[in-house]
């Protein structure tokens, strides 16, 4: 196990394993992406109420949901690289945050275009909005910190404890934000209770939802390799790699 | 009598850089240890290593014949002085030396008119450190290793920026601090007037091996 | 003399040759909140809705303004690599060190905000709760802003970064000193209420960024 643990933080073997297995992840991800997309898009049943426009949470819930994971996913990487000073942790933790930023900003988008047609507008500050946009504030703020240092090992350590100080804070901020919102405007918009869904409608959803996690899975690990690539373009073995 | 400190092969990297390696020294009670080599071999950072800035060290350091785990250190006991001189510059003179003797573990008997008056900063007492020029600065930050009851001295280039007045000065009190029983580790580019060791920083002078 | 007293010492006398360090903050605050009348052409009733949220801004910036470089003089002068070098806890320093800063930015501020209240037509009985949630909440932003100023204590030019990545986490308290000065406005009993929730994020606050700060200082030490 400890041996598995530390063959993971070297950046050479983890750049060989994702080699071999970025295909298979590829074709889950592609498959999963279009059998959802297609099913959701195409043959799931219309919203009686939404019409078509409620489609659009094919690609919503399941943006939503990396959004906020990846923040954790971020934070375990920097707690491991702040603990066990693991390379490969710290590449995780610098290339998973703009992805993240990528999909909570998706979520948005996608939430603001849903708003349109369904409420008759694109942005209202609600709770789960509002949260979600701090959500993205805070990606930016471990984006924004990580540039600012030139020294690598240092922006990725105070990356990490900025990350770890979110986590902490996540849960005080959709909290406040969300008790902060029932204060004021006490069940005027229903929006984030979902009646139940009908199968029909909740398995292409699943779908959905596997299919974007492997996408972003897939995404981390491409960005990963091309960063190690860039850090490790000194050593031997990615100079063989390129002579090949 | 056991060894004050003692190195077994220590060495330190940052960001996979070797920053030094392979040092082997011993010091007892009243020995003074200059280190020498040329500008990047890793002096600097081997003293902040002895001094506990640094943690995550390879090798072995023993205290008092003690091997030192990792994390652990013998912090009371040491007294470091370096580039950046850890005095305030919007304090005066006096109340810098009243937080030295104040915070870090000091010798009991000496009070802080005796040290003034050792480091001829007497006169200026009252002054604040901003007014103060780089010689004296540099008086005024030793006074914290007079004050200190630290047995080991770290001194990282004490003679910068100081007049031949106060290399005396500081020559003085290394003899003096090593005569009580102390022991001084120091780099510097000067020769210097005591009886001290010398190390190589492995891998930069003749005797050193190559790696 | 103990070693934290001779460190509060220190401090403070560092505080105390430097006034502007406390009057600035009043000084801005006073200054910025006399300007909204000025500019916003605002009956008085309207001027007292808009007043927590002119608050609630001027106390957030003045908060992020004491914060930034709180920690660089220490650090560039070597004094924090003596502090962890010496066999005190750096927990208990760090957040001596905020505290003592708190005291002499935000609890003086702390102490006009009545006075900025009072501009903006807030009603006469919230003159201790103006006092009370603003010496909370800059004990509490200020803590927060701490962590900022020790991860980015190497770095220059640092205030639209320190708002940057502090600002997100500042939410809380931001929400909860708006529901303060609102239920304040209006008269509600509910302000206690809050004003203890206030109280009891803030203690949180104090008790764990101490921590923050110093590991943040230390991994800025280390790689000099």
């Known amino acids: 196990m400890w041996q598995f643990?530390?063959?993971?933080?070297?950046?050479?073997?983890?750049?060989?394993?994702?080699?071999?297995?970025?295909?298979?992840?590829?074709?889950?991800?592609?498959?999963?992406?279009?059998?959802?997309?297609?099913?959701?898009?195409?043959?799931?049943?219309?919203?009686?109420?939404?019409?078509?426009?409620?489609?659009?949470?094919?690609?919503?819930?399941?943006?939503?949901?990396?959004?906020?994971?990846?923040?954790?996913?971020?934070?375990?990487?920097?707690?491991?690289?702040?603990?066990w000073r693991m390379k490969m942790a710290g590449i995780m933790l610098k290339v998973s945050a703009p992805i993240g930023a990528a999909m909570t900003f998706l979520a948005l988008f996608t939430g603001a275009v849903w708003g349109k047609p369904t409420w008759g507008t694109y942005w209202v500050w609600d709770a789960r909005i509002t949260s979600m946009l701090i959500l993205l504030f805070l990606y930016l703020g471990i984006f924004a910190l990580m540039q600012a240092f030139t020294r690598e090992e240092l922006a990725e350590k105070s990356a990490a404890i900025l990350a770890l100080v979110g986590t902490v804070n996540i849960p005080i901020i959709y909290k406040s934000v969300d008790w902060w919102y029932t204060l004021h405007q006490p069940a005027t918009l229903k929006l984030t209770e979902k009646p139940s869904m009908h199968p029909d409608m909740l398995w292409p959803l699943l779908i959905m939802i596997a299919g974007v996690y492997a996408f972003y899975a897939l995404a981390v690990i491409l960005h990963a390799r091309v960063e190690i690539l860039r850090r490790e373009k000194k050593t031997g073995w990615v100079q063989a790699l390129v002579k090949q | 009598m056991p060894s004050l400190v003692s190195a077994n092969d220590l060495g330190f990297s940052r960001e996979e850089k070797v920053i030094f390696r392979g040092v082997d020294f011993t010091i007892h009670a009243g020995e003074i240890l200059k280190i020498t080599g040329p500008n990047g071999a890793g002096?600097?950072?081997?003293?902040?290593?002895?001094?506990?800035?640094?943690?995550?060290?390879?090798?072995?350091?023993?205290?008092?014949?003690?091997?030192?785990?990792?994390?652990?250190?013998?912090?009371?006991?040491?007294?470091?002085?370096?580039?950046?001189?850890?005095?305030?510059?919007?304090?005066?003179?006096?109340?810098?030396?009243?937080?030295?003797?104040?915070?870090?573990?000091?010798?009991?008997?000496?009070?802080?008119?005796?040290?003034?008056?050792?480091?001829?900063?007497?006169?200026?007492?009252?002054?604040?450190?901003?007014?103060?020029?780089?010689?004296?600065?540099?008086?005024?930050?030793?006074?914290?290793?007079?004050?200190?009851?630290?047995?080991?001295?770290?001194?990282?280039?004490?003679?910068?920026?100081?007049?031949?007045?106060?290399?005396?000065?500081?020559?003085?009190?290394?003899?003096?601090?090593?005569?009580?029983?102390?022991?001084?580790?120091?780099?510097?580019?000067?020769?210097?007037?005591?009886?001290?060791?010398?190390?190589?920083?492995?891998?930069?002078?003749?005797?050193?091996?190559?790696? | 003399m103990t070693p934290w007293l001779a460190f509060v010492k220190k401090e403070c006398l560092q505080v105390i040759r430097k006034p502007s360090a406390s009057l600035l903050p009043i000084f801005f605050s006073l200054m910025v909140t006399s300007l909204f009348p000025m500019v916003l052409n605002l009956s008085e009733q309207q001027l007292q809705q808009?007043?927590?949220?002119?608050?609630?801004?001027?106390?957030?910036?003045?908060?992020?303004?004491?914060?930034?470089?709180?920690?660089?003089?220490?650090?560039?002068?070597?004094?924090?690599?003596?502090?962890?070098?010496?066999?005190?806890?750096?927990?208990?320093?760090?957040?001596?060190?905020?505290?003592?800063?708190?005291?002499?930015?935000?609890?003086?501020?702390?102490?006009?905000?009545?006075?900025?209240?009072?501009?903006?037509?807030?009603?006469?009985?919230?003159?201790?709760?103006?006092?009370?949630?603003?010496?909370?909440?800059?004990?509490?932003?200020?803590?927060?802003?701490?962590?900022?100023?020790?991860?980015?204590?190497?770095?220059?030019n640092t205030g639209m970064l320190l708002i940057f990545i502090i600002l997100p986490m500042n939410v809380p308290v931001l929400v909860l000193l708006a529901a303060i000065l609102n239920a304040s406005n209006q008269g509600l009993a509910v302000v206690s209420n809050y004003l203890a929730l206030l109280g009891a994020l803030t203690l949180m606050t104090t008790f764990l960024t101490p921590w923050v700060i110093s590991a943040a200082l230390k991994i800025n030490l280390e790689s000099q």
């Open chain 2, 43 to 211: 002096k600097s950072t081997l003293l902040k290593v002895l001094a506990g800035f640094l943690t995550g060290f390879d090798g072995e350091l023993s205290y008092q014949g003690e091997p030192l785990e990792q994390g652990g250190h013998f912090y009371a006991d040491v007294c470091y002085l370096g580039h950046q001189l850890g005095v305030k510059s919007n304090l005066t003179v006096y109340e810098n030396m009243a937080f030295f003797r104040d915070f870090f573990p000091s010798n009991p008997v000496l009070s802080i008119d005796e040290v003034l008056d050792q480091m001829q900063l007497w006169r200026l007492q009252d002054d604040l450190v901003s007014t103060l020029s780089a010689g004296q600065r540099q008086r005024l930050a030793l006074s914290r290793l007079v004050l200190s009851q630290a047995s080991l001295w770290l001194l990282d280039e004490p003679f910068t920026a100081v007049d031949v007045e106060g290399i005396g000065l500081i020559e003085r009190l290394i003899a003096q601090h090593a005569s009580r029983g102390g022991a001084v580790v120091m780099t510097s580019h000067h020769t210097v007037n005591l009886e001290c060791k010398h190390l190589a920083m492995p891998g930069f002078s003749d005797q050193g091996e190559d790696q």
């Open chain 3, 50 to 156: 808009v007043a927590p949220a002119v608050l609630i801004m001027i106390l957030l910036l003045s908060a992020l303004m004491t914060t930034e470089g709180l920690f660089q003089a220490d650090f560039d002068d070597g004094t924090t690599a003596l502090l962890f070098a010496s066999p005190h806890s750096n927990y208990l320093l760090y957040g001596t060190k905020v505290l003592v800063s708190w005291f002499s930015s935000g609890f003086m501020l702390s102490v006009f905000a009545p006075v900025l209240g009072f501009i903006l037509h807030m009603p006469q009985h919230s003159v201790l709760t103006l006092f009370v949630a603003f010496a909370l909440g800059s004990l509490n932003l200020i803590f927060l802003g701490a962590v900022g100023a020790a991860l980015t204590v190497t770095l220059r």
């Open chain 1, 5 to 83: 643990f530390h063959k993971l933080g070297s950046p050479k073997w983890f750049y060989n394993i994702s080699g071999k297995l970025m295909p298979y992840l590829a074709f889950v991800a592609i498959t999963l992406l279009v059998v959802g997309a297609v099913w959701g898009l195409a043959f799931a049943p219309m919203d009686y109420k939404q019409g078509n426009s409620f489609r659009i949470i094919y690609i919503h819930v399941p943006t939503a949901f990396i959004a906020l994971a990846g923040y954790y996913l971020m934070a375990i990487a920097g707690a491991i690289s702040l603990i």
